[in-house]
């Protein structure tokens, strides 16, 4: 499900595949542009009937989760990217502190940086990114590691929240950004990937992951999400 405004067009659109997790959007839902061509200006919630988007952020399991993003502001509770409250979240938090969370019944396992600090600015393309390495937090802006936590083994929630870009409807949370790529990775990315993949979408060239890495993949100039 899409939510926002584009070309001039506000609405909600839903195109799904049998899996549940392939979207498609219509020319009508892109209102901006972005270094790797089209954005979508708004939030998206992704079915999962497979349930492949809840195992690959559930248990011990590794994951990169990114979205290269233009956030509208740095107040609270702008959502980047989630699993509900209650599974795993980057986003604004109500001290207006960038944080990135598991939840493995508590939200003790967070890492919270000032956003100026780690390099994120209004209405500019930033790369977000939050690795768990089984063990570890890694949040990465912009190809750079802003922050790390080193509590985070043990068993990460599930719940039957939609998998959220700039959206979390179990807290209610929606955020207020453009986006132009976003996915899930169903391994540890190291920080020279991450880097990597930063300057290739800052520069339009094919970034060092992509779909075929990808338990989802959303690029808006391709009007696809896998």
């Not at 659109?13 to 549940?20: A, D, F, M, Q, W």
């Not at 089984?134 to 990465?140: I, P, S, T, V």
């Not at 922050?147 to 979390?168: E, K, L, R």
């Amino acid at each position: 499900v899409y939510h926002g405004t584009g070309k001039g067009v506000a609405g909600t659109g839903l195109r799904s595949g049998g899996n549940g997790q392939q979207l498609r959007f219509a020319d009508a839902l892109y209102g901006d542009t972005s270094p790797t061509g089209y954005a979508v200006d708004g939030y998206f919630l992704s079915g999962d009937k497979s349930g492949k988007i809840n195992a690959a952020l559930s248990g011990t399991r590794n994951f990169t989760i990114g979205a290269y993003v233009r956030m509208e502001d740095l107040n609270s509770d702008n959502v980047i990217l989630a699993k509900g409250d209650t599974q795993v979240t980057i986003k604004i938090d109500s001290s207006g502190r960038l944080e990135f969370f598991v939840y493995r019944g508590n939200w003790d396992a967070i890492i919270t940086v000032n956003p100026a600090q780690a390099g994120l600015a209004v209405n500019q393309w930033e790369y977000v990114v939050g690795v768990h390495d089984g063990a570890n937090l890694y949040l990465y802006v912009n190809g750079k590691l802003v922050g790390t936590a080193t509590n985070a083994a043990g068993s990460i929630n599930t719940n039957s929240t939609a998998w959220g870009v700039g959206a979390d409807p179990e807290a209610g949370r929606y955020g207020r950004s453009s986006f132009a790529y976003a996915h899930v990775i169903p391994y540890a990315a190291s920080g020279t990937e991450i880097a990597a993949t930063y300057e290739a979408l800052k520069n339009g060239t094919a970034p060092a992951y992509g779909p075929e890495d990808a338990v989802v993949w959303y690029d808006s100039s391709k009007f696809d999400y896998q």
